[in-house]
C-alpha cells in the first residue's frame, strides 16, 4: 500500500476523501510546525540529515533513505493493513468484529488513552532538543534527529485519531498536545518521566533504552486495542519505535566498551583516575541506571488500577502479546501476584489479575529490560572486566503506586530515612557525576570521528561506512 | 566438478541485534522465531525474500552463511550462539561472505538511490558470490576484441571468457571480479575489480560455460591525471588461451524484469552498455509477440568510441528504440544524454508512468544527476512531478541505478 505523496499530508489513509478531516488536519499542520521550530531541535533547521522515510508501510518502502532538512521532513499518517475480519481478542467484547468507529460509551477513556500517548511524544522532543550541540559524532546525531522527527510522526499519528474520531474534543486537545510543555511549571507533560530533563548523551541513551521501551510495551498493549484504527496506528509505530531502542542499547554498550578499554589501558578501577582519563566509570552508569528504571517503571501506573480493569474488560488495551497467551482472556477469575509492604518487609501478594494489569504490563517490561542489561554485561565479560550492572528492585526509589515515598534500597530492603540519606550518593547520580557527564559533553562533527568517552558503533546506517557524513551542517 | 550442494543461509548477529521483535513481525512466511536468548532464522523455512532487512533497525538481520546444505545451522544451534560462528566453522568448502571491498565497490555504485533497491518481481532469482577470493575459478580467454576505431581515445575491449567444466551461472546485470595476478606496492594482493557481463544468462556462445565482459583500459582518473589501472591494463592485455581468476558472480538487484509486457528505459554511458547489451541480447534471443519496448539512451564522445557501434546499428528498429548521444563530434554541438532524453520527452514520460518499465542507469557518475535533472523537467512537462514519484519507483524496484 503507498503513501500518498502528493498531498499536502502524505497518508494511506485516504485523506482526500474526506475533505472535512483534511481541512482540520492542514489547519493542524501549520501549528505543528510551528511548535517544531520553537521546541524541535535547536538550531538544526539548516542541516541536510541522512534520515530515512516511510514511503509505504510494506517492508520495501517504509525505510528509504536521503537527505533532508527535518523542517521539510514528510510527517505523515499511516496506518498498518487492515486485516480482514479482525476480532477483538479479548475483554467482555472477546470474538466481536473489532470497531472501526468509536462506542459512544467508550470515548472518554479511549480519548484519554490516546491523549496521553500522544502527549510523550512532542514531549521527548522537547526534552532532547539541545542534544544536537553535544553530540559525541555525526553518527549519533544523525540517529538523535531520526528519533526526533519520528516522534514528530507519532504525534501525527495520535493526532489523526483525535480528529478524525472524538470530534470536537479530540480537535482541542491535538491543540493542547503543542501547548503542554516538557518540565513547564505552569504547563507541564502529563507523565512525570516526561518533565525531567535529558541533559547529556548518557542519560539520551538510558532515556531511549528505558523510557522508549516503555513506549514499546505500551505500544504494544494498544497493537490489541478492539478499536481497530487504534490497533493498526499502533502497529506501524512500533517498526519505528524499534530504532529509538536500538540507539540506546548500542549507545550504553559503545560506552562500556570505550570505559573497558580504558581500565584494561591502564590496569584500574579506580573512578577518580578513570575519569581523569575522559571516561565515565562504570558505578556512576550504574547510578544513571537506576534513576532511568525507576523513573520510567513508574510510568506503567499504581500497581492495582481499576481503570486499568476497565480498559482491559471494555477491550480498549489488551496485554503484552494478548494473543499469544494461553488463558481465556477475560480474567474475571484469574490473579497475578503483586508486591506489598507488610510491617518492615516487602511480601507478594494473589491480587485479581484484572485489577493487576499495570503490574503485569510493568513485569513483561522488566524481563525484556533485564535481557538488554544482560547484553551490555557481555560487554564487560569480553573485556575481563569484573563487574556487571544490574537493575534495582521494582520497589527503589517510586513515586506511583504503594511503594510511592517508601524509601527501599536497591536490593529490596525497607530503610530508614537515615539509611536512605546515607545510601544514596551510591544510589542516584549526585551533583557531581552529572557535573562530570556533562563536562564530556561537546560536539564532534567531523565524519568517522568519536568522543573520546564512547567507541564507535561496529557499522554505519544503511550500510553506510562510519565516516559517512550522517549530517551536514551547510 | 563434483561441488556439494551449498546453500546460503541466513542468520542474524546474536551481538548486534537488541531482540526488537521487528523482524519476525515482518517476516510474511514466519520464517523468524526467538526465545528468551536468541532471534534466529529458520533455514528450512526462509526464501531469502529479503522483506526482513530494511526494517532491522540494527543491520544484525543482514548476515549470510555458506553452508553445506545438509549441515545448515539448526534453530537449536542458532538459538545458543553468543557470537555469529566464523564463516568456515562447518564445511571445508564454506567460504566467507561478498568480500568488504565488493560490498564497498557496490555501495558506491548504488549511492545514487539513496536506499536499497530490490530486484524487479519479475526477475530471476540470481547466483551470487559462489567464488570467492580464496577460492576462485579460473577462467580462459575465448577472445579479447577492440571495440573503439584504432584513433579513438579510449581502449575498451569486449573479452570473452570461457569456464571450461565449472559452472558460474549469471543474469544480465550482474557483474564478475577480477582479481589481477602479483601483489601491489604494499606486497598485499590486488584488490579485487568488478566487470559487469555484457553477455546474456546462457552465455556469449549460447549453451557453453562462457561470457563476455566490456574492459576500459584506465590510463587517467576522473580528473585526466595520468594513473595506470592495474586490473584493466591486465585484462586488456590479455590474449587467447590465456587464464584469469574469476570471482562472484554479484548483485542481486541490477537485473531484469521477466514479466511479458515489461518494458526497460537504459541509459548508459561508455563500458555502463555491458549490462544494456546482455539485457538487449536476451531480449533479442527469446523475442515474442506482447514483448514491452526497449528504449536506449548511450552516450559517447564519437560513433568511434562507442563500443558495440556496429552491432547496435544492426538491430531491427521495431525491436530497439536507440538514441546515440556523441559530445565531440566535430562540426557538431555537443550532445548528452541527458539532451536525447529531453528531445524524446513524451516516450520516456510514458515510460516513466508506465508500473510495467523499469529503468536502468549505468555509466560515469557525473552522468547521474543531469539524466534526473532531464526525468524531472519531462515530469513536469507532462504534468507530473518526479520527485514525488521517486519513492514509488524506489519501493517498487523499477529504479536502478550503477555508476562509478
Known amino acids: ?474 | 566438478m563434483n561441488a556439494p550442494d551449498l546453500a546460503l543461509q541466513h542468520v542474524i548477529d546474536p551481538e548486534i541485534c537488541i531482540r526488537c521483535n521487528t523482524c519476525e513481525e515482518t517476516c510474511p512466511i514466519d520464517a523468524v522465531t526467538h526465545d528468551e536468548r536468541n532471534y534466529v532464522v529458520k533455514f528450512e523455512v526462509c526464501n531469502g525474500c529479503n522483506a526482513c532487512v530494511p526494517p532491522c533497525p540494527t543491520g544484525a538481520i543482514d548476515n549470510w552463511r555458506h553452508v553445506a546444505r545438509a549441515q545448515a545451522y539448526t534453530v537449536e544451534e542458532q538459538l545458543s550462539w553468543d557470537v555469529l560462528p566464523p564463516q568456515t566453522a562447518s564445511t571445508e568448502t564454506a567460504e566467507t561472505a561478498i568480500p568488504e571491498e565488493v560490498q564497498r565497490l557496490t555501495a558506491e555504485a548504488t549511492a545514487g538511490l539513496g536506499t536499497a533497491v530490490a530486484a524487479p518481481w519479475s526477475a530471476e532469482k540470481p547466483s551470487v558470490n559462489l567464488f570467492t577470493p580464496r577460492n576462485p575459478v579460473t577462467a580462459t580467454v575465448a577472445g579479447n576484441f577492440r571495440l573503439t576505431e584504432d584513433g579513438a581515445s579510449s581502449d575498451i575491449r569486449h573479452i570473452v571468457l570461457d569456464f571450461g567444466g565449472a559452472v558460474f551461472p549469471v543474469l544480465e546485470g550482474q557483474s564478475i571480479g577480477v582479481i589481477a595476478p602479483g601483489t601491489d606496492a604494499n606486497g598485499k594482493p590486488h584488490y579485487v575489480r568488478l566487470y559487469s557481463v555484457a553477455s546474456p544468462r546462457d552465455g556469449e556462445r549460447p549453451g557453453y560455460s562462457n561470457l563476455s565482459i566490456t574492459v576500459k583500459r584506465v590510463d587517467e582518473d576522473h580528473d585526466g591525471k595520468p594513473v595506470r589501472g592495474v586490473c584493466s591494463n591486465y585484462l586488456c592485455d590479455l590474449r587467447k588461451g590465456d587464464t584469469v581468476q574469476v570471482v562472484g558472480p554479484y548483485g542481486t538487484s541490477f537485473l531484469m524484469p521477466n514479466h511479458p509486457g515489461a518494458s526497460l528505459l537504459m541509459i548508459c554511458t561508455g563500458t555502463g552498455s555491458a549490462p544494456m547489451r546482455a539485457m538487449t541480447e536476451r531480449r533479442r534471443r527469446n523475442r515474442a509477440s506482447g514483448d514491452g519496448k526497449l528504449l536506449l539512451f548511450f552516450g559517447a564522445r564519437a560513433p568511434g568510441e562507442l563500443p558495440y557501434f556496429g552491432p547496435l546499428m544492426k538491430l531491427p528498429k521495431d525491436f530497439i528504440d536507440i538514441n546515440l548521444a556523441f559530445s565531440r563530434v566535430t562540426g557538431q554541438p555537443k550532445q548528452y544524454v541527458q539532451d536525447l532524453v529531453r528531445a524524446r520527452a513524451a516516450d520516456v514520460a510514458t515510460m516513466l508512468s508506465d508500473e510495467n518499465c523499469y529503468i536502468y542507469i549505468c555509466g560515469l557518475k557525473g552522468m547521474e544527476g543531469g539524466v534526473l535533472e532531464a526525468f524531472r523537467d519531462v515530469a513536469r512537462q507532462h504534468g507530473f512531478d518526479f520527485d514525488a514519484l521517486w519513492p514509488q519507483l524506489l519501493a517498487s524496484n523499477r529504479i536502478h541505478i550503477e555508476t562509478y
Open chain 1, 1 to 474: 500500500m503507498n503513501i500518498d505523496y502528493s498531498q499536502k499530508i502524505p497518508n494511506n489513509v485516504g485523506l482526500s476523501d474526506d475533505r472535512t478531516l483534511q481541512r482540520a488536519l492542514e489547519h493542524w499542520q501549520p501549528e505543528f510546525l510551528n511548535w517544531w521550530a520553537d521546541m524541535g531541535p535547536d538550531g538544526s533547521a539548516a542541516f541536510d540529515v541522512y534520515l530515512r522515510t516511510a514511503v509505504s508501510v510494506d517492508p520495501a518502502g517504509w525505510a528509504n533513505f536521503g537527505y533532508v532538512k527535518m523542517p521539510d521532513y514528510r510527517w505523515g499518517i499511516f496506518l498498518n493493513p487492515a486485516e480482514t475480519d479482525r476480532r477483538i481478542g479479548f475483554g467482555d467484547h472477546k470474538g466481536e468484529p473489532a470497531w472501526q468507529e468509536i462506542p459512544g460509551e467508550y470515548r472518554a477513556n479511549l480519548r484519554r488513552i490516546v491523549v496521553t500517548q500522544g502527549d510523550t511524544e512532542p514531549a521527548s522532543v522537547e526534552q532532547q532538543r539541545h542534544l544536537g550541540l553535544t553530540a559525541p559524532s555525526l553518527y549519533d546525531l544523525r540517529n538523535l534527529f531520526q528519533i526526533n522527527v519520528e516522534e514528530g510522526r507519532h504525534l501525527w499519528a495520535m493526532v489523526y485519531l483525535l480528529h478524525r474520531y472524538f470530534g470536537r474534543d479530540g480537535r482541542e486537545e491535538a491543540e493542547a498536545l503543542l501547548e503542554r510543555r516538557s518540565g513547564d511549571q505552569d504547563n507541564p507533560r502529563i507523565l512525570g518521566a516526561f518533565n525531567e530533563r535529558t541533559p547529556d548523551w548518557l542519560s539520551f541513551f538510558l532515556f531511549t533504552f528505558f523510557t522508549d521501551r516503555d513506549g514499546k510495551f505500551q505500544l504494544c498493549a494498544l497493537a490489541e486495542s478492539g478499536f481497530d484504527p487504534l490497533a493498526r496506528t499502533t502497529r506501524f509505530m512500533l517498526t519505528e519505535e524499534a530504532h529509538h531502542m536500538f540507539v540506546g542499547e548500542s549507545g550504553i554498550a559503545r560506552i562500556l566498551q570505550r570505559t573497558c578499554e580504558v581500565m584494561n589501558q591502564h590496569k584500574t578501577d579506580d573512578p577518580a583516575t578513570l575519569r581523569s582519563l575522559g571516561v565515565i566509570d562504570l558505578p556512576a552508569i550504574q547510578r544513571y541506571l537506576n534513576f532511568h528504571y525507576s523513573v520510567t517503571i513508574d510510568l506503567f501506573g499504581a500497581d492495582l488500577s481499576s481503570n486499568a480493569a476497565t480498559f482491559y474488560s471494555t477491550g480498549i488495551k489488551g496485554r503484552f502479546e494478548e494473543s499469544k497467551l494461553t488463558d481465556d482472556h477475560v480474567l474475571k477469575d484469574a490473579t497475578y501476584p503483586v508486591l506489598e509492604i507488610s510491617g518492615s518487609e516487602i511480601v507478594t501478594r494473589e491480587a485479581p489479575a484484572l485489577n493487576a494489569l499495570n503490574e503485569k504490563l510493568r513485569d513483561d517490561y522488566i524481563r525484556d529490560t533485564l535481557a538488554g542489561v544482560g547484553r551490555w554485561n557481555k560487554v564487560m565479560q569480553k573485556n575481563g572486566i569484573d563487574f556487571q550492572l544490574t537493575v534495582p528492585h521494582k520497589a527503589f526509589n517510586r513515586q506511583i503506586g504503594s511503594f510511592a515515598g517508601v524509601k527501599v534500597a536497591p536490593d529490596g530492603r525497607i530503610i530508614s530515612a537515615a539509611d536512605w540519606e546515607a545510601g544514596v550518593r551510591s544510589w542516584l547520580p549526585t551533583d557531581e557525576d552529572k557535573a562530570y557527564v556533562q563536562s564530556l559533553m561537546g560536539r564532534v562533527a567531523e565524519p568517522g570521528k568519536f568522543a573520546h568517552w564512547i567507541a564507535p558503533p561496529p557499522m554505519g546506517i544503511n550500510k553506510q561506512p562510519l565516516d559517512f557524513e550522517y549530517v551536514r551542517f551547510n
